[in-house]
């Protein structure tokens, strides 16, 4: 938890958690140009969580405070599995994947009796509080009858990524059960990289008069690439101070292109700023990029994706 990069050193918050009405923890005074904390409380028994931020005592004014992937975590104890009914084995034993990707295991199953209905999967991390939200594509295999057969095992990694690196390369539980009872597990590791996401715009740089139009053009590389194109969410800030602008986004086309890059046009429009002195009628702005459910400014494993152009205004 912090107070949001994007005010600097400005902002001035207090995070508290509050179990069941009684306050736990206190952060004390944090401002923008503190690191970000973390938090790990034991919440056993607990009915009510409550996540507090006050403005710590000077208004509210610059007060971004972030919670980033509150989580809730509950162990479940796992049955004992039943070796002498079920064996498995998996191969890789260690996967590497790509986030919002797919990727296989091949699950050898092994038995001396019939089981008489297939078997139902689920994936579990292996340690608590470690790991990504990963999907199980694969939930049931067709296999009843005594002997050794191989299945492909599909795994995805379509949710959120985490700020923590020993999520992203974490143990995993591959657990089979038949008829509600777990008969059968096995471990892999699992390695979830993020998508190499590049932002630019064509072309660099561009010059207008006053109440005058230029189109450009945001490009987006996504490798590997994604299913399909997503919509491009686009925010237009200059470098250094707010009160050198003397251009505006005033339109922005859906995005077009595939998976691997997608484009979007956006329109600038020039006008003039009295508060802009002759010597300051050109600089670097920053198109901040969003993309789809994939890259925000928020979002764990990528953080901002800023585009520069060069502006210039002619008087």
Known sequence: MGVDDEVGKRGKVVFQVFLDGTKTYDSGVMKGKDPA?????????????????????????????????????CHATTPATTPSIVQMSLDPQELTMFHKHSAQVRATFSSTVNLGSPLDLRLEPAEPGRGLTLQLITTRVDFSSPGTETRDITIAAPNALSNNPADS?????????????????????????ALNVKTYIEPTSISGRAGETRRVTVVVTVDPPIDGPVPLQLVF???????????????VSPSRG??????????????????????????????????????????????????????????
């Open 37 to 73: 904390r973390l938090v790990d409380l034991d919440i056993t028994g607990k009915q009510e969580l409550r996540l507090v931020v006050t403005d710590g005592g000077n208004g509210i004014q610059f007060d971004h405070a972030n919670w980033a992937q509150p989580k809730v975590v």
């Open 169 to 193: 390369l974490a143990p995993y539980r591959l657990i089979a059960s038949r008829n509600g009872q777990d008969v059968a597990s096995a471990l892999v590791t699992i390695d979830v990289r």
């Open 237 to 251: 800030a200059p470098q250094g101070e707010t009160s050198i602008h003397f251009a505006e986004i005033i339109n």
């Open 258 to 315: 595939d998976g691997g890059k997608m484009m979007a046009d956006m329109d600038i429009r020039f006008f003039d700023n009295p508060a802009v002195p002759d010597f300051a009628l050109s600089g670097t702005f920053n198109v901040q990029v969003s993309v789809g459910d994939i890259v925000s400014y928020r979002t764990p494993g990528y953080g901002t994706r800023a585009a520069p152009i060069e502006l210039k205004l002619i008087r």
